[in-house]
């Protein structure tokens, strides 16, 4: 592993001498999506402006795998008995690495027992790491269907925690989320549909105790399913932000991917809401839920996005985003259709990524910012109802807001940033192709992994741009 330097926007030259350490707001970036709701907001000032985006300077970090998924970062906390601004990320195969943000220096590494053996092979997560609050903790994902408790200080294990009973079909895709003094995890399935598995929730105390499941087939069953012994299969909850957490309530909102729908027992295809201890309280189902079924269209190929308390959005691989009221969700009783409004996708596209949620004037001004494999686009909420503001034929990852700013990673490669209110492409940064990674942006710093966790490679690249 080592760094490689260079310039920003079309530039290779090498940035000669130290790092300069940028006085940073102190403001961490502890998950995917940026807080437990998912809204990929930082309203913070980040140090970085449309004035000054232009001359920030990548450093490529080498990294033992590829993060298809975004980093998370801790401002000043103590590592190897040393403050450091630190990004965490892990990889695809389940190696967490804790980089110094200043330097780009490996300050520890943590191996998954087992690596070995599925190294290079189709068996992955994407799953992007949560901290604990205390600051002191990281939760991470491993191939093998486990979470891990690491000490931020050393990259030490306090324990490791399997949650599905079949790693080798259910797969940890989505975000880790931290809501109520528990870790949330969800589970999916690999390319391909190979049943048998079964989408559900988990939550993980502290102490690495398994507190609750919920299963989206075969959900009257408690605790977790050996994936054979229930007669349906997928219902994958793979979206990108994976559990989002309601505001105020600490209800969780997931959506499950094609898999048969009873609206009793099996919930193919919808919206669910479940309480914080892992009980069904409210629902959604298109009406149309067995074709999406049959023609693998995934409702759930993206998760729910919470806009208001009475208000959230629903994207799909049918190229449709669907406005929901929450208080029409409520209750275990079985809900089809009354979407208050369908929209479509940037591009008319699979909406594969997490959309982002801007909120300004005080929360009186709200957008909802998505992109998919052809465009991005923003909609701003008035009235209850959808608007599009603007549209821009460029593809992209989950964007997200901060400092002002729009930051969009385009797959194909390139990381776009455009202003928010003059809607104008500000600087496009060098970055190589990817997947689903995703950019984070805080204390004046930049990290986007780049790679696709599908191409199995065991080595991958963290970009982190700094100023000069």
Sequence with gaps: MGVVLAGCG?????VAGAHKTIAGSGHDWTRFGWDARRSSDNPFPTGITASNVGSLRRQQVRLP????SSAVYLHGVTVKGAA????VVTTTYGITVAIDATSGQILWRWTPPGYSHWAGSAQITTATPVADPSRKWIYAASPDGRIQKLSVADGHPAWRRSITKLPSRE????SLNYAGGHVIVTTGGYIGDAPPYQGHVVEISPG???LHVWNSLCSNRRGLLVPSRCPASDSAIWGRAGAVVVPGSGNILVATGNAPWNGRTNWGDAVLVLSPKLKLVGNYTPTNTQQLNASDADLGSTSPVYLTSSL???????GHIRLLSLPRLR???AHLGRELQIAPTPSGSDLFTAPAVWRSGGGKQIWLIAADGGATQAWSLRAGRLHPVWRFGNAGTSPVVAGGLLWVYDP?????VYSLLSRDLVTTLNAGSGHWNSPIVTDGRVALPEGDGNDHATSGVLDIWRLP
């Design 171 to 174: 797969k940890i895709a989505a």
């Design 412 to 416: 194909g490669g390139g990381l776009r």
């Design 331 to 333: 209750g275990t009783h």
């Design 65 to 68: 795998g590829t993060v298809d």
């Design 208 to 210: 690495g105790r398994l």
């Design 312 to 318: 959230i959005a629903q994207g799909g691989k049918d």
């Design 84 to 87: 450091h601004d630190t990004f």
């Design 10 to 14: 079309g530039a290779t030259g090498g």
